[in-house]
């Protein structure tokens, strides 16, 4: 997002651009012509041949938004309520998290909707993952935790993403909700507040 810009979303169906600056201690907004009929649960600033915003709602519709001519430039129709938007390899695509039992990943690039090409991946999984589980990404490594409490993390390399890269398990009998890269180490929370330090190409380095 641009210097002094952020946005927002929610259960509104609204997304609404705030603007702020260091001298003063209140921020204003305006709501964006942006249209979702059903929850905004994640967003995603972009930046490839202009600034742009990406919105994704629980309606299966995902925006792209292009914030200097302030107009949709782009809509997608997912086949299922979209959770998490991430940037991907490109500046061009996006990673969404979706609420499948299988395939819940799609990476796709958003200057060729509506004839898009899209990579899709994932595990098999008896429910879906829900808003609460989120992955992250670094580079080409994707990694996901899951709906189930099998303590595993499963990292995919976005350049061959049919197969699983990894499968780490790092929090047994717990249920693997968030995800982050830091410097080194893949940081992982269980729903139950314990945490997992992972050597994305090695063994768990510790966990408490």
């Given amino acids: 997002m641009q210097p002094g810009l952020f946005a927002t979303g929610g259960y ?8 702020y600056s260091g001298d003063k201690p209140t921020a204003s907004s305006v709501p964006l012509p942006i249209r ?3 929850a905004v649960q994640s967003l995603l600033a972009i930046r490839d041949t202009s600034h742009k915003l990406v919105t994704a709602g629980a309606d299966c519709t995902v925006n792209v938004f292009d914030l200097s001519s302030e107009r949709v430039v782009n809509t997608l129709k997912l086949s299922n ?9 490109s500046e061009f695509c996006s990673l969404f ?19 898009v090409s899209v990579v899709r991946f994932g595990y098999p999984s008896a429910r879906v993952h829900g808003r609460f589980v989120r992955g992250a990404i670094q580079g080409t490594t994707f990694a996901s935790g899951g709906s189930e ?8 390399d976005l350049r061959k993403p049919t197969e699983i890269l ?12 968030q995800l982050a890269f830091g410097d080194e180490l893949l940081v992982a929370s269980s729903e139950d ?3 997992a330090f992972i050597n994305p190409i090695g063994d768990p380095a510790d966990s408490r």
């Avoid at 509104?12 to 603007?19: A, F, K, P, R, T």
């Avoid at 309520?81 to 390899?89: L, T």
């Avoid at 990894?166 to 909700?177: A, I, Q, S, W």
């Fill in 12 to 19: 509104d169906h609204l997304v609404h651009l705030w603007s």
């Fill in 36 to 38: 979702h009929t059903a």
């Fill in 81 to 89: 309520s979209v959770y998490h938007v991430h940037p991907a390899i």
């Fill in 97 to 115: 998290e979706i609420g499948h039992r299988e395939q819940q990943f799609e990476v796709r690039d958003h200057r060729l909707v509506p004839t």
């Fill in 149 to 156: 409490k099998d303590g595993c993390v499963r990292l995919w």
């Fill in 166 to 177: 990894r499968t780490v398990p790092c929090l047994p009998g717990r249920k693997v909700t």
């Fill in 193 to 195: 507040h314990y945490l």
